[in-house]
């Protein structure tokens, strides 16, 4: 029986982290959530909607890492900075979900992951909206807290076959699917499970954390996407890789899968992937 990795931080360190980091979001919530239904958006270079609160949200975030961990490298999706392989290194996204965000529609959320040569080993899905926090540390396990209850761990639930699958998917950008094409085969996707649901971005992996999804998918991530969501899913029992099934390096993905079994994750790579094509690399 192989063990568990040594985690690289203390159940006291984890502690205080998940203390410092908890504090955080509640500082960042009081600029995301102000703007709720109220923000107006501008697009990005990429196309992207951004917002004043996704600007101001990470300005908060910087502050309260930085004040905590003043000698920690950040990398966040509004502002920028390098994503460090050697020592420390936070990733942050204000508002994970902002299309939602501007519609009014509370499935969003707030991620903050720390690597630790280059791998992630605490992270923080932080649903603002729906007051609820899923959290978790290598070797720590996973965890869920609501607005005024006590953290429960939570766990994957049991492993299903495909056809017995629920899976959530969050767009079909890099697909058969999209206007401008790609690698990825999602029109297979619904034809093949037993129900295919458009949770979208990170709401659905804190489901697939607590087993109220079996599988997840995403044909295109950023780091601050994939480390919150990756030591998450593992420490409650998940496997996590890009679309193409590798595991290596998963920051660095472009793509990403979680699902409650290795099979399960295999299958949906098999279904969906594209081995041949660099959007994996």
């Known amino acids: 029986m192989s063990r568990a990795p040594r985690s690289p931080l203390s159940p006291r360190e984890f ?3 998940v203390s410092t980091v908890q504090k955080a979001v509640r500082a960042s919530d009081a600029i995301i959530l102000r703007h709720f239904t109220r923000a107006r958006i501008s697009h990005k270079a990429d196309g992207s909607e951004v917002t004043v609160a996704d600007k101001g949200g990470e300005r908060s975030l910087r502050r309260s890492l930085g004040k905590a961990w003043p000698k920690d490298p950040v990398l966040g999706e ?37 690597l630790i040569d280059g791998e992630p080993v605490f992270g923080c899905i932080h649903l603002s909206a729906l007051k609820e926090t899923t959290f978790a540390g290598l070797g720590h396990g996973c965890w869920l807290t609501r607005e005024g209850g006590r953290a429960r761990r939570v766990r994957v639930g049991p492993a299903r076959p495909l056809n017995q699958a629920q899976v959530g998917l ?24 037993l129900r295919l649901r458009l949770v979208g971005d990170c709401v659905q992996y804190a489901l697939v954390c607590r087993g109220a999804l079996d599988g997840a998918i995403d044909p295109l991530m950023n780091p601050w ?33 979680a699902a409650n079994s290795p099979q399960l994750r295999e299958a949906l790579c098999a279904l969906v992937g594209n081995p041949g094509s660099p959007a994996g690399a």
């Open 225 to 257: 996407d994939i480390g919150p969501l990756a030591i998450c899913v593992t420490e409650a029992g998940g496997s996590v890789s890009d679309l193409n099934g590798e595991q290596s390096r998963i920051v660095e993905r472009r793509s990403f899968v």
């Open 78 to 114: 509004e502002f920028g900075g390098s994503l460090v392989r050697s020592g420390r290194c936070w990733l942050v996204d204000p508002i994970d979900g902002t299309a939602s965000y501007v519609l009014g529609i509370p499935m969003f959320g707030t991620l903050i992951s720390l």
């Open 15 to 17: 502690r205080a982290t």
């Open 170 to 193: 969050t767009s079909f950008k890099e697909s058969d699917l999209s206007a401008k094409g790609g690698p990825w085969r999602l029109s297979r996707v619904g034809r093949e499970l």
